[in-house]
């Protein structure tokens, strides 16, 4: 099987490696970030978004074509964006406070 697309090989062919690699960003995030009350967003957040192209890969080497996953993985990804910086814009998100 040739494996050309470059999400597929970004994350070597495995969901498993994936799901650990987005685990490991989140956990490296939210220490990195430890002081900022958005930590634990901003984790999750890259962590999905790894786990979305490692879904991509695994779809595409199961053989559905990138045509089709990458258009409905970026829409979900623009929603996605779109509803948080509505939600920050109107104050719906906000930090923690501090004695908490």
Same mark, same amino acid.
């Given at each position: 099987?040739?494996? +050309?697309?470059?999400?597929?090989?970004?994350?070597?062919? &495995?969901?498993?490696?994936?799901?650990?690699?987005?685990?490991?960003?989140? +956990?490296?995030?939210?220490? !990195?970030?430890?002081?900022?009350?958005?930590?634990?967003?901003?984790?999750?957040?890259?962590?999905?978004?790894?786990?979305?192209?490692? &879904?991509?890969?695994?779809? +595409?080497?199961?053989?559905?074509?990138? !045509?089709?996953?990458?258009?409905?993985?970026? +829409?979900?990804?623009?929603?996605?964006?779109?509803?948080?910086?509505? !939600?920050?814009?109107?104050?719906?998100?906000?930090?923690?406070?501090?004695?908490?």
């Amino acid at each position: 099987m040739q494996v +050309t697309d470059p999400a597929v090989q970004l994350v070597g062919m &495995s969901p498993v490696i994936a799901a650990s690699a987005g685990y490991s960003a989140q +956990t490296k995030i939210v220490d !990195a970030w430890h002081r900022s009350p958005y930590a634990p967003l901003l984790g999750r957040l890259a962590a999905a978004i790894i786990w979305g192209c490692g &879904s991509v890969a695994g779809l +595409t080497v199961i053989g559905i074509p990138a !045509a089709i996953t990458v258009p409905i993985a970026l +829409t979900v990804l623009t929603v996605v964006v779109v509803m948080l910086a509505a !939600a920050f814009a109107s104050g719906m998100i906000r930090p923690r406070p501090a004695g908490t």
